[in-house]
């Protein structure tokens, strides 16, 4: 057993700090575990650079969606042309390839913003 030396309260050997006043109970300092600093570093921030550029690689996939043939035409992938002209009468815009489009530039960006992040 060992005595804490400011409030003489017995304590377990296995204990590094007093239960009853929280002070050290080896005597080389006087700190409680609660006003020891933290030795954490500052987090991480992500690359707003890449996040940026997500944004705006996103807003170009809108305004440039891949177009497709008509669902009475056999399936062909048409291109990538503005959404108010499109490469042929009838044209629409395929919904599932843009679906994907979107998502993988989404993903990259965040990924991107995160490997490149600040430290």
């Not at 109970?25 to 991480?44: E, I, K, W, Y």
């Not at 891949?66 to 490469?87: D, N, Y």
């Amino acid at each position: 057993m060992q005595i804490c030396l400011a409030c003489n309260r017995s304590q377990p050997e296995i204990n590094r700090f007093c239960i009853q006043c929280g002070r050290q109970l080896d005597g080389s300092s006087d700190r409680s575990p609660a006003s020891r600093p933290s030795r954490t570093s500052p987090p991480d921030q992500l690359n707003l650079t890449v996040l940026y550029g997500m944004v705006a690689a996103l807003i170009l996939a809108g305004l440039f969606p891949p177009w497709e043939t008509p669902p009475t035409q056999a399936p062909e992938f048409l291109g990538l042309s503005f959404i108010l002209s499109p490469p042929a009468s009838e044209a629409i815009v395929s919904r599932m390839l843009l679906t994907i489009e979107l998502v993988t530039i989404a993903i990259a960006g965040m990924y991107g913003a995160f490997l490149f992040r600040k430290k």
